[in-house]
């Protein structure tokens, strides 16, 4: 089944204590992207990446990092949560960066920052 | 900037039809998305409009003036089932990155 993959579903933690999400899909896609979505305002892309190794922040990348080293995986990494970054975080996937498939979402990964 | 305005909530009753409006301020779009999502789910796709007109696929309809800088998705024979928030989306020209609206809610009643 082709599908995207997130982890974990849920997580409550406390201030600077390094996490990562994974984000993995199974469709060979080359675009991959990271967002946060808060009430009131919507999605908000923090990164993505066009393909392996090429990576560029979104319109919210400040305390996030992300790598791309294969083409499956994608993760999102929080050095030191802090509770701004409190949010429903989604990974989402498309064939091409430049494509008008649609995008293939996670089921979303919700993180508490205490 | 790309303001993309939606309405906030709507309310609606089983068996009518519902139209959910999308405005934005820019021009250097590729096309418009709209997407459902369940309370808590991911946003799951529905329709993509590049051209001009009413694109219809089953109970949902999706409309795009650029003229007028207005998207609209239709839905009929409400079904409880289509309680969710509808995203609405625009593909940018410039690095074909997507911007989104804050969604709709839509509420349905028996």
């Known amino acids: 089944e082709a599908q995207v993959t997130q982890n974990p579903r849920y997580l409550i933690t406390v201030t600077g204590k390094k996490l990562t999400v994974t984000c993995s899909q199974n469709?060979?896609?080359?675009?991959m992207s990271w967002y946060r979505q808060d009430p009131g305002l919507g999605l908000r892309q923090i990164y993505y990446s066009m393909n392996v190794e090429v990576t560029d922040k979104g319109d919210v990348p400040e305390g996030y990092k992300v790598s791309r080293k294969e083409k499956r995986n994608f993760p999102l990494i929080l050095e030191s949560p802090s509770p701004n970054q409190t949010s429903l975080y989604f990974c989402?996937?498309?064939?091409?960066?430049?494509?008008?498939?649609?995008?293939?979402f996670g089921d979303g990964t919700r993180l508490s920052i205490l | 900037g790309q303001n993309i305005d939606q309405p906030t909530e709507m309310t609606a009753t089983e068996g009518a039809i519902v139209q959910i409006n999308c405005t934005y301020q820019?021009?250097?779009?590729?096309?418009l998305f709209w997407y459902q999502q369940h309370a808590g789910e991911a946003p799951t796709f529905l329709s993509y409009?590049?051209l001009d007109g009413l694109e219809e696929k089953g109970r949902f309809s999706s409309f795009l003036s650029r003229s007028k800088g207005y998207s609209y998705l239709l839905l009929k024979e409400l079904q409880m089932k289509d309680s969710a928030s509808y995203l609405c989306?625009?593909?940018?020209?410039?690095?074909?990155?997507?911007?989104w609206g804050a969604g709709t809610k839509l509420i349905i009643k028996p």
């Open positions: 989402a996937s498309r064939q091409y960066w430049d494509s008008n498939q649609p995008q293939h």
């Open positions: 989306g625009l593909k940018m020209d410039s690095n074909y990155q997507l911007i």
């Open positions: 409009n590049v």
């Open positions: 469709m060979n896609h080359e675009y």
């Open positions: 820019t021009s250097g779009f590729n096309g």
